[in-house]
């Protein structure tokens, strides 16, 4: 994708076009991946790292209007800042972020490709709702990753993850734990479905989840799982 398509593809994000975050993730995810990658030397951390990254360029592509640095010198920027923020937070240690910083300011380059694993992305909104959420499935960890965007759960209420195939009836996931991120494990049933490319929806239940199997509140987010 040319630098100019990626330029349009993040003034639409700073708009909250999900049309456009969606193909942004997909076109860029591989490289901020790497650059991850690159700074915290784990693949588990730079994982989580780069769900947070998308929370931030959801929610600051507005920044990009007003920076002097091309689109993915900036998609770039905003994913090595976040990775070395992840470790200042987790060691505290000045002089390895000193030498880190040193590391991180030589010219960049490409690290080797990750190797392919089936890897699906669903911005998970709703028209309705303030209720946000990145969701991102890694059929190798069998599980699902959340990165809560915007909106908060009622006090006494939870939010709850179904999978939604076809007309069939939804198939709980399970409750959302608390907090910004989170990751669910999926069992094998719906791993078989998930790898075609279900729906992902978010209802907000009473505390402890739906009473029925079924939801029984308002779905205040959905969307559609998409290869990277």
């Given amino acids: 994708m040319a630098p100019q398509d990626i330029s349009k593809l993040i003034v639409r994000t700073s708009m909250k076009d999900r049309a456009a975050f969606d193909p942004l993730y997909r076109q860029t995810s591989a490289k901020l991946f790497g650059v991850?990658?690159?700074?915290?030397?784990?693949?588990?951390?730079?994982?989580?790292?780069?769900q947070e990254v998308f929370v931030k360029i959801w929610t600051k592509a507005d920044r990009f209007a007003v920076?002097?640095?091309?689109?993915?010198?900036?998609?770039?920027?905003?994913?090595?800042?976040?990775?070395?923020?992840?470790?200042?937070?987790?060691?505290?240690?000045s002089a390895a972020i000193a030498a880190l910083a040193i590391h991180v300011a030589?010219?960049?380059?490409?690290?080797?490709?990750?190797?392919?694993?089936?890897?699906l992305v669903a911005s998970l909104a709703s028209d309705d709702s303030d209720v946000k959420y990145l969701a991102v499935y890694d059929a190798g960890r069998r599980e699902v990753g959340l990165s809560l965007v915007?909106?908060?759960?009622?006090?006494?209420?939870?939010?709850?993850?179904?999978?939604?195939?076809?007309k069939n009836a939804p198939v709980s996931?399970?409750?959302?734990?608390?907090?910004?991120t989170a990751r669910m494990a999926?069992?094998?049933?719906?791993?078989?479905?998930?790898?075609?490319?279900?729906?992902?929806?978010?209802?907000?239940?009473?505390?402890?989840?739906?009473?029925?199997?079924?939801?029984?509140?308002p779905?205040?987010?959905?969307?559609?799982?998409?290869?990277?």
């Fill in 36 to 50: 991850c990658l690159r700074v915290l030397r784990d693949r588990g951390d730079a994982e989580e790292a780069l």
């Fill in 67 to 93: 920076s002097d640095l091309s689109p993915i010198s900036w998609l770039v920027a905003v994913a090595r800042n976040h990775a070395i923020d992840r470790i200042r937070a987790r060691r505290g240690n």
């Fill in 106 to 119: 030589l010219p960049y380059v490409s690290p080797p490709a990750p190797q392919p694993q089936t890897r």
């Fill in 150 to 166: 915007s909106g908060e759960r009622a006090a006494g209420k939870d939010f709850e993850l179904w999978m939604i195939e076809g």
């Fill in 173 to 180: 996931m399970g409750v959302i734990p608390a907090g910004r």
């Fill in 186 to 217: 999926v069992t094998p049933a719906v791993q078989r479905k998930l790898a075609q490319g279900a729906v992902l929806a978010v209802s907000l239940e009473p505390s402890g989840g739906s009473p029925t199997g079924q939801p029984t509140g």
């Fill in 219 to 228: 779905v205040v987010a959905a969307g559609d799982l998409k290869g990277i």
